[in-house]
């Protein structure tokens, strides 16, 4: 604290993204990023755009990339919103669709970003448990609220919502925004993009850094009614009229150019994650059916904590939340098939 916070400062709780040890050799499994790499095409167009015109500004409306994620999603441009990576797309849909004086709902197993935004703009956020089994139930969303948004697949459980399932959160909401974040759709589950001409309530947000393996470029959009995205396109120009630089730009768009590489990278983390699901069930885990690029995994007879201990005590690094209902859980990115193989040596002599 210091007197030259603003007040609001001191009380602000801030996202803790899973860390980024600097030792050489581990096997880091525990923020989601891809085991394949970007496309190679996108590694040659950023190489490209590394010239001279690094001096100027880069287009503050990106249309280049609207254009090409339009083209893929078989939408009009006016439908898409660009951002520094989902979360600030996110922040921005808090902010600027998000504060109509009533709580906004998220589950209470989700992203964790959802409640600092929440705090950050004085918005109330109202958790509605999932079920038993970890599932979203969509009736607990036919009640007052200031907006509606979760994670399909959720995080950290992995679990999808079918699509109708979605659709009728989104039907009971006719007067609120409700906001699908489908960082993991890629992965096996189906996307509600497909519905937001239909419901002019609904926002889907996607990202660049899970499916198309460019966490490190940050570029992540959001698709829906033209007047939903004319909002965010405010707040951003009322806070970074240039978020997305030359080399995100131009990454970005090449990314959408190459399907085939985007295709064959989702099918191998496909592949690889249930190969660690039949493995870990095999080991005595239950295993939460998953449709991300994670599982979320826990032992009858091992505490979360004491498995993610021995875990990086032999250099494989999870993610544990000390979280009520969550905290006997890891969620395990899905690695390369060496990373995942060494995964289940690990575990094999700790259960
Ligand atoms: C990773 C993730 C994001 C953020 O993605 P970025 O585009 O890298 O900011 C958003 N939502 C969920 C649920 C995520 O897991």
Redesign the pocket.
Known sequence: MSKFWSPLVNDLVPYVPGEQPKMANLVKLNT?ENPFGPSPKVVDAIRAELNDNLRLYPDPEGEALKDAIARYHGLNQDQVFLGN???EV?AHIFYGLFQHGQPVLFPDIT?SFYPVYCGLYGIEGKTIPLTESFEINPDDYAQPNGGVIF?NPN?PTGRFLELSKVEAIVAANPDRVVVI?E??VDFGGESAITLVDKYPNLLVSQ?L??ARSL?GLRV?FAVGHPDLIEALNRVKNSFNSYPLDRLALAGAVAAFEDDSWFKATCEGVIGERDWVTSKLEALGFEVLPSKANFVFTRHPDHSGESLARGLRDQGVIVRHFNKARIDDFLRITTGTADQNKRLIEVLTGLV
């Open positions: 989601n990576g989902s979360d996110l992203y994670p995080a974040d960082a993991y990202t850094s899970k966490a992540g």
